[in-house]
């Protein structure tokens, strides 16, 4: 079993940044994809974006091509993801998610999941 734990979310002006983390425990972590999905008020949840086991390989949805990067730190038991130019569309509960090696975007393919960390971006 795998448990998550996001960080770093937060309210920033539009254009701003910030850097979500997610923590895992388990020894197995580097075995995982780890996904981003985020649920704005109203909406379903959504894919944002995720990396494979490795790191080797990411995907994204379009909305965040150019402004978000994600990346691993398997020494570390960490995944971070970088937000740049931030929006307020952007607001939303931002979630991590881990699954077996390869990268999905469907929230029910994957296993695990924290708890959410809001992020707040005002106009």
């Known amino acids: 079993q795998v448990q998550l734990v996001e960080s770093g979310g937060g309210l920033v002006q539009a254009g701003g940044s910030l850097r979500l983390s997610c923590a895992a425990s388990?020894?197995?972590?580097?075995?995982?994809?780890v996904g981003w999905f985020r649920q704005a008020a109203g909406k379903e949840r959504e894919f944002v974006k995720a990396i494979n086991w490795s790191g080797g390989s990411t995907y994204y949805a379009d909305f965040v091509k150019g402004r978000f990067t994600i990346s691993r730190d398997n020494a570390k038991n960490m995944v971070y993801l970088q937000m740049n130019s931030l929006k307020p569309e952007d607001t939303a509960v931002y979630y991590c998610a881990v699954r077996p090696f390869t990268i999905a975007t469907m929230d029910d393919q994957y296993d695990y999941w924290g708890q959410g960390t809001q992020v707040t971006v005002s106009s």
């Open positions: 388990g020894r197995t972590f580097s075995s995982y994809a």
